[in-house]
């Protein structure tokens, strides 16, 4: 069989579509799981149910592409804290401090991380006992004595049970208060990207959140009749992120991306002194894996309730051993339920398919699909008898970035897409839908669901350098990401004003006298 791009377009896109389904093979706790249909909720917001309940600890998205402003790396983006509202004072947001943030690389294929970078972070005030603002004045740099709170990071990077320290007591970029607070929030930003020692970039802080999607999808999969679709959920949104940029020789097996091109990448949340079963209860000191997520969409629409904490504590080389997972890879769940809603025929299990893109990554010698992309087995030097099915985000670095991404990523013939690794402006929504109902097998879109979500770019444009976010938003959500007012918002600003003279007069202590009278 000729390699995709060779091979008459009908027949790449009938190949590539499957690929697109790359939204992982879940392995929900227990398991790997297909990503079924792509309707599905925020990436991996709020997906199971105690990491619901702990939100500086829950991973949304994580992303890995070759940058395009810089070939000869690779650009890692991971997300944390989802539905940050931008004017969430007094405290604002946060990393953990009892966290390790990592984001994980396997060059081998073994399912086992092979490099690991972890942000380890640390808060201070100026002065806790005499101020409760997050900043006592404007803000123009990041060592501003009117930045009341900070936060600074370790960066560490693990080979095997090997561990070096890269760089120490690097400055986060605080939370966006507003523009009284930071006029020239850019320019704080910029502050806190730092050089990685070898090679690359770091940075971490607030940003946009850069998920596009519009979930109402859990009413009845988009209100039973494809009439609630086109707003983008996450608009106006938030999220912690840290993003790293990489020399591709510093990530491939033996240092030699030429031969081994093919890495898989996940992002976990670990907790200290805690019980994974329930995050309320101490155990010694020791670090529990209590989040985890490689490719978008997987554990909140694959992975069956059930299933769907212990996914979390899962590492991908456990995947292939829980069976009642497998078996959801095979005979996916939300097929069966679009064909309820809708009267879309699902595809005939088992799915062959998936658990080839899922699970293995694609190669002719893995599975049905007779093309050449991300399974590790392509790399020369990887060790056939110890790569293993495992649920990754599988990114092939020899692909070259596209000067015009498309959103359709693999499924448009834009090989440089997901699930060929995940871009910022990949649609991930929109691409899984169509692969799992089938585009994968006849190679045309199903033209029921030719709109997807509706939702097709995310609502502001994204950087163009490193870390390629976009800054974060200052406008209430509830007044939309334009700013624009709804109907008696100028009332209740007004009313608020007024408030705020009440406070500075002592009108807290009028009210509440009038509540207790």
């Known amino acids: 069989m000729k390699s995709p791009s060779a091979r008459p377009r009908s027949r790449r896109v009938l190949d590539q579509s499957l690929l697109v389904l790359g939204a992982g093979a879940l392995a929900t706790g227990l398991a790997v799981l297909t990503l079924a249909p792509g309707v599905s909720a925020a990436s991996s917001h709020r997906e199971a149910p105690l990491i619901a309940g702990d939100p500086r600890a829950d991973n949304t998205d994580v992303y890995a592409y070759t940058s395009g402003d810089k070939s000869d790396s690779v650009t890692f983006l991971a997300n944390w804290i989802p539905f940050e509202e931008p004017n969430g004072g007094p405290n604002f947001y946060a990393f953990g401090e009892d966290l390790r943030y990592n984001i994980k690389i396997d060059n081998t294929g073994d399912g086992v991380s092979d490099i690991t970078y972890t942000w380890r972070f640390r808060n201070s005030y100026r002065d806790a006992a005499n101020q409760f603002l997050y900043n006592t004045g404007p803000v123009t740099s990041l060592d501003d004595p009117d930045l009341n709170f900070r936060q600074v990071y370790d960066l560490v990077v693990s080979h095997g049970n090997e561990s070096k320290v890269l760089l120490s007591n690097v400055p986060a970029a605080p939370s966006r208060v507003g523009p009284a607070s930071m006029p020239n929030y850019a320019a704080l930003r910029n502050q806190a990207i730092r050089t990685v020692p070898g090679g690359g970039k770091t940075f971490a802080g607030q940003a946009e959140d850069p998920f596009f999607a519009d979930l109402r999808v859990f009413d009845l999969l988009y209100g039973g009749n494809l009439s609630e679709r086109g707003q983008d959920t996450l608009a106006g949104y938030n999220v912690n992120s840290v993003a790293l940029q990489i020399p591709k020789k510093t990530l491939a097996l033996k240092g030699d991306p030429g031969r081994n091109p093919v890495i898989g990448v996940w992002s976990t949340t670990d907790r200290q002194g805690v019980q994974v079963s329930d995050s309320r209860d101490k155990h010694a000191d020791k670090w529990k894996q209590v989040s985890r997520l490689g490719n978008p969409l997987v554990n909140e629409v694959v992975v069956p309730l059930k299933y769907k904490d212990a996914f979390n504590t899962l ?62 087995s392509l790399n020369k030097d990887a060790k056939r008898r110890d790569i293993v099915p495992a649920e990754e985000l599988r990114l092939n670095m020899a692909v ?57 770019a995310n609502d502001v444009p994204f950087g163009t350098s490193f870390p390629y976010l976009a800054l974060p938003h200052t406008k209430s959500v509830n007044s939309g990401p334009t700013g624009m007012q709804r109907s008696g918002d100028s009332k209740a600003a007004a009313l608020g004003g007024f408030g705020a003279l009440l406070l500075g007069a002592g009108g807290y202590r009028l009210r509440r006298g009038r509540k207790t009278s």
Do not use: M, W
């Open 400 to 456: 070259p970035p596209t000067a015009n991404p498309k959103r359709y990523g693999v499924l448009a013939g834009d090989l440089a897409g997901f699930p060929n690794g995940r871009r910022l402006t990949d649609d991930v929504i929109d691409i899984s839908l169509q692969a799992v109902e089938g585009a994968a097998q006849t190679g045309q879109l199903v033209p029921a669901l030719a709109d997807g979500d509706k939702v097709n």
């Open 315 to 376: 590492n991908p080389d456990q995947d292939r051993t829980v069976q009642p997972v497998v078996d959801k890879v095979l005979d996916p769940i939300l097929p069966k339920l679009i064909q309820q809603v809708y009267g879309v025929p699902a595809p005939a299990a088992p799915r062959r398919d998936l658990f080839e893109i899922y699970l293995t990554g694609i190669c002719k010698a893995c599975g049905p699909i007779q093309a050449d992309l991300n399974a590790h």
